[in-house]
Protein backbone atom coordinates (compact mmCIF):
# COMPACT_ATOMS: atom_id res chain seq x y z
CA UNK A 1 0.00 0.00 0.00
CA UNK A 2 0.92 3.32 -0.80
CA UNK A 3 -0.32 6.15 1.61
CA UNK A 4 1.83 8.60 0.22
CA UNK A 5 0.04 8.77 -2.73
CA UNK A 6 -3.16 9.14 -1.03
CA UNK A 7 -3.79 12.60 -1.05
CA UNK A 8 -4.35 12.90 -4.77
CA UNK A 9 -8.02 11.05 -4.04
CA UNK A 10 -10.41 11.29 -1.15
CA UNK A 11 -13.55 8.80 -0.29
CA UNK A 12 -16.59 8.50 2.06
CA UNK A 13 -16.09 6.79 5.20
CA UNK A 14 -18.12 6.04 8.71
CA UNK A 15 -15.75 7.53 11.19
CA UNK A 16 -15.14 8.73 14.84
CA UNK A 17 -12.44 10.49 16.95
CA UNK A 18 -13.31 9.53 20.47
CA UNK A 19 -14.76 5.76 21.70
CA UNK A 20 -17.95 6.43 22.44
CA UNK A 21 -21.69 5.16 21.98
CA UNK A 22 -23.62 5.35 18.49
CA UNK A 23 -23.83 9.09 17.67
CA UNK A 24 -19.92 9.03 17.67
CA UNK A 25 -19.89 8.03 13.99
CA UNK A 26 -19.36 10.96 11.47
CA UNK A 27 -19.49 10.69 7.70
CA UNK A 28 -15.73 12.18 6.68
CA UNK A 29 -13.84 11.73 3.84
CA UNK A 30 -10.62 9.88 4.10
CA UNK A 31 -7.53 9.21 1.57
CA UNK A 32 -7.74 6.56 -0.86
CA UNK A 33 -4.16 4.31 -0.92
CA UNK A 34 -2.74 2.82 -4.51
CA UNK A 35 -2.40 -0.79 -4.23
CA UNK A 36 0.72 -2.18 -3.77
CA UNK A 37 2.38 -5.40 -4.70
CA UNK A 38 -0.05 -8.27 -3.98
CA UNK A 39 -2.60 -5.90 -3.24
CA UNK A 40 -5.89 -4.94 -5.03
CA UNK A 41 -8.39 -1.75 -4.55
CA UNK A 42 -12.02 -2.29 -3.69
CA UNK A 43 -14.83 -0.61 -4.41
CA UNK A 44 -16.67 -1.01 -1.31
CA UNK A 45 -20.64 -1.78 -2.16
CA UNK A 46 -21.62 -2.53 1.44
CA UNK A 47 -20.50 -2.99 4.80
CA UNK A 48 -21.94 -5.34 7.35
CA UNK A 49 -22.16 -4.26 11.22
CA UNK A 50 -21.38 -6.51 13.48
CA UNK A 51 -21.13 -6.20 17.29
CA UNK A 52 -17.12 -6.82 16.99
CA UNK A 53 -17.50 -3.15 15.21
CA UNK A 54 -19.59 -1.95 18.49
CA UNK A 55 -16.52 -2.85 20.48
CA UNK A 56 -14.09 -0.93 18.29
CA UNK A 57 -16.31 2.12 18.10
CA UNK A 58 -16.61 1.74 22.26
CA UNK A 59 -12.65 1.49 22.11
CA UNK A 60 -13.01 -1.88 23.47
CA UNK A 61 -11.25 -3.09 20.58
CA UNK A 62 -8.02 -1.83 18.98
CA UNK A 63 -8.05 0.57 16.44
CA UNK A 64 -4.48 1.72 14.17
CA UNK A 65 -3.32 4.86 13.87
CA UNK A 66 -4.48 8.75 14.41
CA UNK A 67 -8.06 10.31 14.43
CA UNK A 68 -10.59 9.72 12.25
CA UNK A 69 -11.06 6.11 13.34
CA UNK A 70 -12.95 4.12 10.56
CA UNK A 71 -14.56 1.00 11.72
CA UNK A 72 -15.85 -2.20 9.95
CA UNK A 73 -14.59 -5.81 9.64
CA UNK A 74 -16.44 -7.16 6.62
CA UNK A 75 -17.36 -5.50 3.44
CA UNK A 76 -18.17 -6.76 -0.36
CA UNK A 77 -17.50 -5.01 -3.14
CA UNK A 78 -15.62 -4.55 -7.30
CA UNK A 79 -11.87 -4.44 -7.76
CA UNK A 80 -11.15 -1.40 -9.57
CA UNK A 81 -7.29 -1.25 -9.56
CA UNK A 82 -4.54 -3.94 -8.88
CA UNK A 83 -1.02 -3.44 -7.66
CA UNK A 84 2.12 -5.67 -9.31
CA UNK A 85 1.78 -9.29 -9.07
CA UNK A 86 -1.80 -9.04 -7.65
CA UNK A 87 -4.32 -12.30 -8.28
CA UNK A 88 -7.30 -10.27 -9.03
CA UNK A 89 -8.13 -8.41 -12.16
CA UNK A 90 -10.28 -4.72 -13.24
CA UNK A 91 -13.97 -5.41 -12.37
CA UNK A 92 -13.92 -8.89 -10.22
CA UNK A 93 -16.73 -8.81 -7.50
CA UNK A 94 -14.86 -9.96 -4.01
CA UNK A 95 -15.44 -9.78 -0.03
CA UNK A 96 -13.06 -10.00 2.93
CA UNK A 97 -12.36 -9.06 6.30
CA UNK A 98 -10.79 -5.95 7.10
CA UNK A 99 -8.65 -4.76 10.64
CA UNK A 100 -9.02 -1.87 11.85
CA UNK A 101 -6.55 -2.53 14.00
CA UNK A 102 -4.15 -2.96 10.60
CA UNK A 103 -2.61 -0.51 8.55
CA UNK A 104 -5.47 -1.10 5.57
CA UNK A 105 -8.00 0.29 8.54
CA UNK A 106 -11.50 -0.91 8.87
CA UNK A 107 -14.11 -1.46 5.99
CA UNK A 108 -16.86 1.35 6.31
CA UNK A 109 -15.14 3.74 3.62
CA UNK A 110 -15.52 3.94 -0.38
CA UNK A 111 -12.62 2.02 -1.11
CA UNK A 112 -10.71 -0.17 0.76
CA UNK A 113 -6.96 -1.55 0.00
CA UNK A 114 -6.09 -4.89 0.46
CA UNK A 115 -4.30 -7.69 0.42
CA UNK A 116 -4.65 -10.42 -2.00
CA UNK A 117 -5.12 -13.46 0.70
CA UNK A 118 -7.78 -11.45 2.64
CA UNK A 119 -10.20 -11.43 -0.42
CA UNK A 120 -12.50 -14.37 -1.76
CA UNK A 121 -14.97 -14.30 -4.91
CA UNK A 122 -18.53 -13.66 -4.96
CA UNK A 123 -20.16 -15.74 -7.65
CA UNK A 124 -22.48 -13.59 -10.12
CA UNK A 125 -25.77 -15.31 -8.33
CA UNK A 126 -25.06 -14.09 -4.98
CA UNK A 127 -25.91 -9.83 -4.16
CA UNK A 128 -23.17 -8.13 -2.85
CA UNK A 129 -24.52 -6.63 -0.07
CA UNK A 130 -25.58 -10.34 0.55
CA UNK A 131 -22.22 -11.44 0.56
CA UNK A 132 -20.64 -8.61 2.93
CA UNK A 133 -22.11 -10.25 5.76
CA UNK A 134 -20.47 -14.00 5.16
CA UNK A 135 -16.59 -13.09 5.92
CA UNK A 136 -16.96 -12.34 9.64
CA UNK A 137 -19.40 -15.06 10.65
CA UNK A 138 -17.90 -17.17 7.90
CA UNK A 139 -14.82 -17.01 8.76
CA UNK A 140 -16.06 -17.58 12.33
CA UNK A 141 -17.76 -20.93 11.43
CA UNK A 142 -15.06 -22.52 10.14
CA UNK A 143 -12.36 -21.40 12.92
CA UNK A 144 -15.70 -23.25 15.40
CA UNK A 145 -15.32 -26.34 13.20
CA UNK A 146 -12.11 -26.69 13.10
CA UNK A 147 -11.14 -26.54 17.01
CA UNK A 148 -14.74 -28.84 16.93
CA UNK A 149 -13.08 -31.54 15.26
CA UNK A 150 -15.12 -34.29 16.28
CA UNK A 151 -15.72 -37.51 14.05
CA UNK A 152 -19.20 -38.37 12.57
CA UNK A 153 -22.39 -39.20 14.87
CA UNK A 154 -20.37 -37.20 17.59
CA UNK A 155 -23.09 -34.65 19.14
CA UNK A 156 -22.71 -30.92 19.44
CA UNK A 157 -24.95 -28.27 20.99
CA UNK A 158 -25.26 -24.60 20.06
CA UNK A 159 -26.35 -22.13 21.87
CA UNK A 160 -28.00 -18.60 20.01
CA UNK A 161 -28.73 -21.13 16.75
CA UNK A 162 -31.12 -18.96 15.13
CA UNK A 163 -28.88 -16.34 14.85
CA UNK A 164 -26.57 -15.32 11.62
CA UNK A 165 -23.94 -17.66 13.01
CA UNK A 166 -26.11 -20.10 13.02
CA UNK A 167 -27.61 -20.11 10.03
CA UNK A 168 -23.83 -21.02 9.17
CA UNK A 169 -22.60 -23.27 11.79
CA UNK A 170 -25.32 -25.85 11.72
CA UNK A 171 -24.65 -27.09 7.90
CA UNK A 172 -22.14 -27.07 8.20
CA UNK A 173 -22.05 -29.45 11.27
CA UNK A 174 -24.34 -31.36 9.79
CA UNK A 175 -22.63 -32.06 6.29
CA UNK A 176 -19.98 -33.34 8.76
CA UNK A 177 -22.29 -36.04 10.29
CA UNK A 178 -22.63 -34.73 13.38
CA UNK A 179 -25.75 -34.98 15.75
CA UNK A 180 -26.86 -30.68 16.52
CA UNK A 181 -29.04 -29.72 18.73
CA UNK A 182 -29.93 -26.05 18.60
CA UNK A 183 -30.66 -24.04 21.30
CA UNK A 184 -33.65 -21.25 20.29
CA UNK A 185 -36.88 -20.41 21.29
CA UNK A 186 -39.96 -21.45 20.00
CA UNK A 187 -40.71 -19.59 17.80
CA UNK A 188 -37.29 -19.92 16.27
CA UNK A 189 -37.58 -23.67 16.22
CA UNK A 190 -38.23 -24.32 12.26
CA UNK A 191 -35.45 -22.27 11.02
CA UNK A 192 -33.22 -24.38 13.57
CA UNK A 193 -34.34 -27.54 12.38
CA UNK A 194 -34.26 -26.16 8.53
CA UNK A 195 -31.00 -25.15 9.24
CA UNK A 196 -30.07 -28.51 9.68
CA UNK A 197 -30.13 -29.28 13.81
CA UNK A 198 -31.85 -32.60 14.55
CA UNK A 199 -33.76 -31.31 17.22
CA UNK A 200 -33.62 -28.29 19.68
CA UNK A 201 -33.79 -27.06 23.42
CA UNK A 202 -35.87 -24.05 24.42
CA UNK A 203 -33.72 -21.38 26.28
CA UNK A 204 -34.22 -20.78 29.67
CA UNK A 205 -34.03 -21.55 33.22
CA UNK A 206 -32.38 -25.04 34.03
CA UNK A 207 -30.86 -25.40 30.23
CA UNK A 208 -27.63 -27.78 31.14
CA UNK A 209 -29.50 -30.20 32.91
CA UNK A 210 -32.39 -29.91 30.38
CA UNK A 211 -29.84 -30.68 27.81
CA UNK A 212 -28.49 -33.48 29.43
CA UNK A 213 -31.22 -35.19 29.61
CA UNK A 214 -32.34 -34.38 26.22
CA UNK A 215 -28.88 -35.66 24.67
CA UNK A 216 -29.08 -39.19 26.87
CA UNK A 217 -26.45 -37.53 28.76
CA UNK A 218 -23.43 -34.87 28.50
CA UNK A 219 -22.91 -33.73 24.78
CA UNK A 220 -19.53 -34.00 23.56
CA UNK A 221 -19.25 -30.00 22.20
CA UNK A 222 -20.69 -26.66 22.79
CA UNK A 223 -20.20 -24.00 20.25
CA UNK A 224 -21.47 -21.12 22.53
CA UNK A 225 -22.79 -18.41 20.09
CA UNK A 226 -24.96 -17.03 22.69
CA UNK A 227 -22.13 -16.46 25.57
CA UNK A 228 -23.69 -17.87 28.01
CA UNK A 229 -20.67 -19.04 29.64
CA UNK A 230 -20.40 -21.20 32.97
CA UNK A 231 -24.09 -22.33 32.18
CA UNK A 232 -23.40 -24.63 29.37
CA UNK A 233 -20.40 -26.49 30.84
CA UNK A 234 -22.83 -29.04 32.65
CA UNK A 235 -24.04 -30.25 29.73
CA UNK A 236 -20.19 -31.17 28.24
CA UNK A 237 -18.88 -33.91 28.95
CA UNK A 238 -15.46 -34.33 30.37
CA UNK A 239 -12.88 -33.98 27.86
CA UNK A 240 -15.52 -32.41 25.32
CA UNK A 241 -14.71 -28.87 24.02
CA UNK A 242 -16.72 -25.50 24.26
CA UNK A 243 -16.17 -23.20 21.19
CA UNK A 244 -16.84 -19.82 23.17
CA UNK A 245 -16.86 -15.89 21.56
CA UNK A 246 -16.01 -12.57 22.09
CA UNK A 247 -13.82 -13.83 25.64
CA UNK A 248 -15.16 -16.36 28.35
CA UNK A 249 -16.37 -14.88 31.64
CA UNK A 250 -16.80 -18.23 33.05
CA UNK A 251 -14.49 -20.41 35.61
CA UNK A 252 -13.68 -23.47 33.06
CA UNK A 253 -13.29 -25.99 35.51
CA UNK A 254 -15.74 -28.69 34.54
CA UNK A 255 -12.96 -30.56 33.13
CA UNK A 256 -14.12 -29.43 29.11
CA UNK A 257 -11.80 -27.67 27.01
CA UNK A 258 -12.76 -24.19 26.44
CA UNK A 259 -11.41 -22.86 23.37
CA UNK A 260 -11.96 -19.07 21.68
CA UNK A 261 -12.35 -18.53 18.60
CA UNK A 262 -10.08 -15.79 17.31
CA UNK A 263 -11.56 -14.50 13.89
CA UNK A 264 -8.18 -12.58 13.10
CA UNK A 265 -6.16 -15.38 12.45
CA UNK A 266 -8.27 -16.21 9.71
CA UNK A 267 -7.85 -12.49 7.98
CA UNK A 268 -4.95 -13.87 5.52
CA UNK A 269 -7.53 -17.17 4.80
CA UNK A 270 -10.36 -15.08 2.29
CA UNK A 271 -9.74 -17.70 -0.27
CA UNK A 272 -11.57 -20.39 2.24
CA UNK A 273 -14.87 -18.01 2.37
CA UNK A 274 -15.75 -19.01 -1.79
CA UNK A 275 -16.51 -22.45 -0.07
CA UNK A 276 -19.36 -21.08 1.58
CA UNK A 277 -20.15 -18.32 -1.00
CA UNK A 278 -23.86 -20.56 -2.11
CA UNK A 279 -26.87 -19.02 -1.20
CA UNK A 280 -28.31 -21.29 1.36
CA UNK A 281 -26.03 -19.86 4.04
CA UNK A 282 -27.32 -16.55 2.92
CA UNK A 283 -30.88 -16.65 3.63
CA UNK A 284 -31.39 -13.54 6.01
CA UNK A 285 -33.37 -10.61 5.25
CA UNK A 286 -31.00 -7.43 5.46
CA UNK A 287 -31.79 -4.05 6.78
CA UNK A 288 -29.79 -1.63 5.09
CA UNK A 289 -28.97 1.66 6.13
CA UNK A 290 -26.75 4.70 4.10
CA UNK A 291 -23.64 5.83 5.59
CA UNK A 292 -25.52 8.78 6.75
CA UNK A 293 -27.56 6.71 8.88
CA UNK A 294 -24.60 4.56 10.29
CA UNK A 295 -25.47 5.92 14.05
CA UNK A 296 -28.74 3.94 13.49
CA UNK A 297 -27.28 0.70 12.56
CA UNK A 298 -24.97 0.37 15.15
CA UNK A 299 -28.01 1.77 17.48
CA UNK A 300 -29.78 -1.73 15.80
CA UNK A 301 -26.89 -4.45 16.13
CA UNK A 302 -26.60 -2.90 19.71
CA UNK A 303 -30.32 -3.62 20.53
CA UNK A 304 -29.42 -7.55 20.49
CA UNK A 305 -31.90 -10.82 19.87
CA UNK A 306 -31.62 -9.76 15.69
CA UNK A 307 -32.56 -11.58 13.11
CA UNK A 308 -31.67 -9.48 10.01
CA UNK A 309 -28.22 -8.79 8.60
CA UNK A 310 -27.53 -4.84 9.08
CA UNK A 311 -25.56 -3.53 6.78
CA UNK A 312 -23.92 -0.03 5.20
CA UNK A 313 -24.59 0.75 1.38
CA UNK A 314 -22.05 2.67 -0.45
CA UNK A 315 -23.01 3.03 -3.52
Known amino acids: MHPETASLTTGLAV ?25 ARVRVEAAAVHPSDIAVRAGVMPIAGPPPHVPGMAYAGVVEAVGPDSLWRTGDRVM ?13 RERLVAPDDTLGAVPDHIELDQAATLPMNGHTAIQAMRVLDLPPGSTV ?3 GAAGALGAIILPLAAAEGLRVIGV ?12 G ?23 DAAVDLAVIDDAILPA ?5 VVVTLRGWAGSGDSGARVVPVMVPREW ?23 PHRAEEAHARVQSGRLRSGV ?5
Open 157 to 159: VVT
Open 197 to 219: AASTVARGDDLAERLVVHAGGPV
Open 96 to 108: GMALPSSPYGGAY
Open 236 to 240: VRPGG
Open 15 to 39: AFTQPGGPDVLHVTRVPVAEPGPGE
Open 184 to 195: CSDDDRPIVLER
Open 268 to 290: HAGRQLQKLADARYLTRPLEIFT
Open 311 to 315: VIDFR
